[in-house]
């Protein structure tokens, strides 16, 4: 089969198309006909190696699994022993490991069925970021109507979600994200936008009941003045690190704050599961969220979709398309 390789770390240029072995499910495994694949950070984490300390988990001196991707949409090729939910020929959604690929396995709980009305390249776009923002909103912060809330990074993959989910549940929505995808953020339902070109989220005597970081670029001082006395502060994902300290440290001293402080701070990376991917797939099949596509490129070209997601603040999500 036809899938994305890397032999070690590094930038996009170490990616490149080669013929592998088709892989084969295990216990509690399905094995997918991919026909999309979502692009996220995750998969720039990957190749790039970066931080130093999630190797540890990657693989050491060069990735364990030399496959890309974790976002999917497909159809079900086969399925593994004690997989009673799944058969051959279902369309589904979810995570897979190493997606960037004509077949690859994913744990039968990580999947879900595709919600109806939405393309493959559409639902290749939803299992990492709509399920980030969904834990971050509602299991993280707790939502509630009529709460104000700040996105941070609004026009991205995770971003995007985040606002019309908190839309879609009666919250007020700002969104921060720079000039030139104001108009973008405010069709999603945002009801007030910060270029932040022009002005700092501290410049406005305004605070929020819930804030939603899915850039990882704001000090806490900034935050902690926009924030709600009892408000909650949520960063998402292991952005805003260097290369050797991970989001993952500021996870830790935001479970500190939390124990001195009257507001809440939470850290968050996400673990998909079924049953998010199903309520995802209720909201977007009654038309409360709609997964934005800023482009899509083929498989063979997948390191140019790394590159644009690295360089080009894409609006929404990008996807490679398997053919």
Not at 70 to 77: K, L, N, T
Not at 88 to 95: A, K, L, N, T
Not at 245 to 260: D, P, Q, T, V
């Amino acid at each position: 089969m036809k899938a994305i390789v890397q032999d070690v770390y590094g930038s996009a240029d170490v990616l490149e198309m080669r013929d592998i072995d088709r892989p084969s499910p295990g216990d509690g495994e399905v094995l997918v006909r991919v026909h999309a694949v979502g692009v996220g950070p995750d998969v720039w984490h990957l190749m790039t190696g970066l931080p130093y300390p999630a190797r540890l988990v990657f693989g050491l001196r060069r990735p364990r699994n030399p496959v890309p991707g974790w976002d999917a949409a497909g159809r079900v090729e086969a399925v593994g022993a004690n997989v009673t939910d799944f058969k051959p020929g279902d369309e589904i959604y979810g995570q897979c490991s190493g997606s960037m690929a004509e077949y690859a396995l994913a744990k039968a709980k990580r999947i879900a069925p595709k919600p109806g009305n939405l393309t493959f390249e559409q639902a290749a776009a939803v299992p990492v970021s709509g399920t980030t923002a969904l834990q971050a909103l509602h299991t993280k912060a707790r939502l509630r109507p009529g709460q104000g809330v700040l996105v941070i990074g609004a026009s991205g993959g995770v971003g995007s979600f985040a606002v019309q989910l908190a839309t879609a549940h009666g919250a007020e929505v700002t969104g921060v994200c720079g000039p030139t995808a104001a108009d973008f953020v405010r069709s999603l339902g945002a009801t007030d936008v910060i270029d932040y070109t022009r002005e700092e989220i501290t410049d406005r005597a305004h605070r929020y009941d819930v804030v939603v970081d899915a850039a990882g670029n704001r000090p806490l001082s900034l935050i902690r003045r926009v924030l709600a006395p009892k408000g909650t502060f949520v960063h998402v994902g292991g952005e805003g690190g260097s290369q050797w300290s991970s989001g993952i440290g500021r996870h830790l001293k935001l479970a500190l704050l939390s124990s001195f402080l009257g507001q809440n701070f939470r850290g968050l990376l996400a673990i998909i599961r079924r049953e998010d991917l199903l309520t995802l797939k209720e909201r977007l099949e009654k038309g409360e969220i709609v997964p934005a596509v800023d482009s899509t490129y083929p498989l063979a070209q997948a390191p140019a979709a790394v590159r644009h997601l690295a360089k080009g603040h894409p609006r929404g999500k990008v996807v490679v398309t398997v053919p």
